[in-house]
């Protein structure tokens, strides 16, 4: 700062007292201080990593448990869809999650190949 001020005309120079910032970096400061705090006693250091390595296979279980809640509750629906269903002679309609698509343009996609195949079918077996 006082280098800058010894540029400009007199009447603008800082006095001599005044401080010289930044004296030092915020880095140095926090390194600084970091440096001057007392080491923890290794029964804390060995106490905080028991409490963490129990929380994190606290909440492994917790994850594993969620993830088979989640399994639990796809199956549960998925056979009270198909209990629920209505009995049809579809093909269609008796499809599987998991073939074919489930969205309208697929289920109609996929009925009007199954009528085409139909015809195809029925086409082969010849005249009647």
């Known amino acids: ?7 400009g005309p007199a009447w603008a120079r800082l006095p ?15 390194a600084d201080r ?3 705090r007392l080491p923890l006693p290794p029964e804390v250091v060995q106490r905080w990593r ?13 994850r594993r ?7 639990r509750l796809a199956e549960a629906l ?14 269609a309609s008796t499809r599987q999650p998991g073939q074919g698509t489930d969205h309208a343009a697929g ?4 009925a009007t190949a199954d009528a085409t195949n139909a015809d195809l079918t029925s086409s082969r077996a010849g005249p009647g």
């Open 16 to 30: 001599d007292t005044w401080p010289q910032f930044p004296r030092r970096t915020l880095r140095r400061v926090v």
């Open 107 to 110: 289920s109609m996609r996929t």
């Open 50 to 62: 028991a409490e963490s390595a129990r929380v994190a296979d606290q909440l492994a279980q917790w």
């Open 65 to 71: 448990a969620g993830a088979i809640a989640e399994r």
């Open 78 to 91: 998925r056979a009270w869809a198909i209990a629920t269903q209505p009995a049809t002679t579809s093909t």
């Open 34 to 36: 970091r440096d001057a």
């Open 1 to 7: 700062m006082h280098e800058m001020s010894e540029r």
